[in-house]
């Protein structure tokens, strides 16, 4: 299965609104992002066939890329506690929740016949013209051919 199919039943496995595509394609979703709702936002992926030994037969292939994981945001929200520490800030509101859907997904992963070689985000705030906040996410996956999802 194609690393793009794979995380496109992961989030919605996950209730999560995916879309893949260029990061400028991805940039023209402000006009459709709900409040509330949780986004895995997919970037073109880079794919590497990995051939056995005597280069006769793709074995594998390695799948490198980055996705948002992200929720739409006040723009005028503090990021941490800056001006009210009774105020819940992005950080709080939006980010960290996320970092139990990565670790959620990341472990279902690496639960399967896969080897994850890169599995790491980092914070990110009023990112893309909608206004997200949350992680963008880096992964390196190989996948052996013919692996069925549902086995």
Request: glycine fraction near 6%; proline fraction near 1%.
């Amino acid at each position: 299965m194609d690393i793009v199919r794979l995380l496109q039943l992961m989030a919605e496995d996950h209730n999560l609104i995916y879309h893949y595509g260029k990061k400028a394609a991805l940039n023209l979703l402000e006009g459709s992002v709900n409040a509330g709702e949780t986004y895995l936002l997919h970037e073109f992926t880079n794919r590497k066939s990995e051939y056995n030994n005597s280069g006769t037969r793709i074995m594998a292939h390695q799948y490198t890329g980055k996705f948002f994981l992200v929720k739409q945001s006040d723009f005028d929200q503090q990021y941490f506690a800056e001006r009210d520490t009774a105020q819940a800030g992005k950080y709080a509101t939006n980010i960290e929740p996320l970092l139990t859907v990565f670790e959620t997904l990341g472990n279902r992963l690496s639960a399967k016949d896969y080897t994850v070689s890169q599995w790491e985000n980092i914070d990110v705030t009023d990112a893309l013209d909608a206004n997200m906040d949350g992680l963008l996410c880096s992964y390196s996956v190989t996948i052996p051919v013919k692996y069925d999802i549902n086995q």
